[in-house]
């Protein structure tokens, strides 16, 4: 039976695929196919997982994920939904920063399953995610390549995905993109045979993050002009509607919102209103123009494809989306404000990066070997892969670089929480809703639940109306404050710098608060009768 699952899905021809799954089932199938299938995915897997593990264990630490803060504060989302927001009447993702929706309801439910599955919080079940979830989406990779192409092409790119240092490294960091490709290349794999399997895991990858939202809408609009079997995208469009509006419906209801996690990123990122205002020369100036050519050659890529109709439209349409994706969002959006140098190392152009080297391959040894056969008997496809895999490793020099400049944040950062551990007498500790490696560190490893632990970014001060003077309505205002201590249990508030609202409170209300010995936090110990 297994077999036969994969003599359907694992097929090189597309439109042999859809001939056999319109057709009568013949009395006797082969299983030997299905089984030798089974066998080189398998190999492909652990080509792909082996050097991950060797990375995340042996030449860089678990809790050290670079300059991916943003792991642990989707850890934080995962952990606190789990202890708090599953918990609602009504359930719902949680996060002290009120960030819980800006990337997706999906990446930190499964991560909150995990968690109670294992029994363990550690950020090492985050990443473990990421490299499980990416080794799975490159293997649905190599299907769709040896589908398009051949198998060399497949384990030519598998080889390149496995070592390449970018997609390597961004796959152990513990981020979401992973789970995000897996559910989109699943989708593909999927297609043509499986038509509401593809629409439900596109659908699934739209609540990963809002540009895949994006990109799976354009590739439900990129099989209907690409005129591939549209009597089907029929059935993906239903199966990704039914979903996709079920999530939206959540969406509305917890954040206003039918499209939060688009709308809320078009204006921190493409408008820019989340970044420090900064003038566009330097290196910010030479990026922005980069990225014009490169969403220049992404559209030129895109426009083609739809144009010629090639059998790997599909893959060619999502890599060229991506490129040009990268490319507006630098090259004319206002996300070129916070550019920095290591960007071009970052997570999201891996794919971008990925893609390109695809495209490589395939000429290298598919196209050019049909044109020039001289070409592929003198070995010079091998040569050109070789020695450009062996260059790209130079790349984890600045990887390197720019990880070690981050080492030390994490034991930093516990320092600080083994100030609030010791200082921790029972209760509830308010603390900054900016430090996700706090909350970690607390709930890890001093064992302080979740539960425990308030945000201090949505106390009552946050709803007073004159926001420019907290205190202007003391006498009527002071009784909210004060009942909002008593019924969280707050016994411990923890500042990493001073807050107008809470010297204020203190100023105001001294007899209710101690400051305690500390080094690094400003720790009051709260006395609310």
Known sequence: MLGRFFDKILKEDEEKELARAT?????????????????????????????????????????????????????????????????????????????????????????????????????????????????????????????????????????????FPVTLFSNTIGEQEELGLLLIFGGMVLWPGKPVLTGILWALASMVRAEYWLFTVGLMVGLAVLRRHRERLVLVGISYGVVILAYMKHLVSHTGSWIFPIKLNFVASVKGEWLEEAAIVGVKLVAQRISRVIFGFGLLGGLLTLRKKPKQGLLWLFGFANVMFIGFMVGFGGYVKGFIMRIWLDRLYNWPYLFTGIVIISGLFYYLPKAWPWFSKLKLNWLIFIVGLGLSQWIWQPINRFVGANAGLYNYERD???????????????????????????????????????????????????????????????????????????????????????????????????????????LYEVKVE
């Open 23 to 163: 057709r009568k089932p013949k009395v006797k199938k082969k299983e030997k196919t299905g089984q030798e299938q089974i066998v080189e995915l398998v190999l492909v897997f652990l080509l792909l997982l082996v050097p991950r593990l060797v990375y995340l264990f042996y030449i860089s630490e678990p809790n050290i994920v670079g300059w991916y803060t943003d792991t642990f504060h989707h850890w934080q989302v995962a952990y606190l939904s789990k202890e708090i927001g599953f918990k609602q009447e009504v359930w719902r993702l949680w996060d002290f920063k009120g960030m819980e929706y800006f990337w997706g309801l999906l990446h930190p439910v499964v991560l909150a399953v995990l968690f109670a599955l294992t029994g363990s919080i550690n950020i090492l079940v985050t990443r473990l995610l990421a490299i499980i979830a990416g080794c799975l989406a490159y293997v649905c990779l190599f299907v769709l390549m040896r589908r398009y192409f051949n198998r060399l092409v497949a384990w030519v790119t598998i080889i390149w995905t496995a070592f």
């Open 416 to 522: 600080w929480a083994e100030e609030i551990a010791v200082a921790y007498q029972g209760g509830r500790v308010l603390i900054p809703e900016d430090r996700p490696y706090i909350t970690y560190l607390l709930a890890n490893d001093f064992g302080i639940e979740g539960k425990n632990m308030v945000g201090q970014m949505f106390d009552p001060f946050f709803y007073f109306e004159d926001q420019d003077n907290l205190f202007a309505d003391w006498d009527e205002n002071r009784e909210i404050v004060i009942d909002w201590l008593k019924e969280n249990d707050i016994r411990l508030i923890a500042l990493t710098i001073p807050r107008e609202r809470y010297t204020g409170l203190f100023e105001r209300e001294p007899q209710m608060f101690k400051k305690l010995d500390s080094k690094r936090f400003k």
